[in-house]
């Protein structure tokens, strides 16, 4: 079983930067990939960014990229998307979530398990 919780504060102002922190519950940690999704108000979730177990690669969306960066700490089991550049079109829900293995997926319906979701607000 694996436990995730978001935790951050998700306001901010054009062109300003966020952090938002995904803390795992889990023993093995290390064996997790690791994603964040957004979901716009009453559209499915989508891919931001992902991390594999293996920590040597990352990979992201077009529209975040040179943007936002996805790390992770393995000792803390923890997990960041450090959004900077926001724009207005950043505004969503953003959900973190976790599969074990070295596999991730485009399709959040495959993962063991999911945040509860912060809401990121970005002014114009």
């Known amino acids: 079983h694996v436990h995730v919780v978001e935790s951050g504060v998700g306001l901010a102002q054009a062109r300003g930067l966020l952090r938002l922190s995904c803390a795992v519950s889990?023993?093995?940690?290390?064996?997790?990939?690791m994603v964040w999704f957004l979901q716009a108000p009453v559209l499915k979730r989508e891919f931001v960014s992902a991390?594999?177990?293996?920590?040597?690669?990352?990979y992201y969306a077009d529209p975040v990229k040179g943007r936002f960066t996805i790390s992770r700490d393995n000792a803390k089991n923890t997990v960041y998307l450090q959004m900077n550049s926001l724009k207005p079109e950043d505004t969503a829900v953003y959900y973190c979530?976790?599969?074990?293995?070295?596999?991730?997926?485009?399709?959040?319906?495959?993962?063991?398990?999911w945040g509860q979701g912060t809401q990121v607000t970005v002014s114009s």
């Open positions: 979530g976790a599969i074990y293995g070295s596999r991730w997926y485009m399709d959040f319906r495959k993962y063991d398990a």
């Open positions: 889990v023993r093995t940690f290390l064996t997790y990939s």
């Open positions: 991390i594999p177990w293996s920590d040597i690669q990352t």
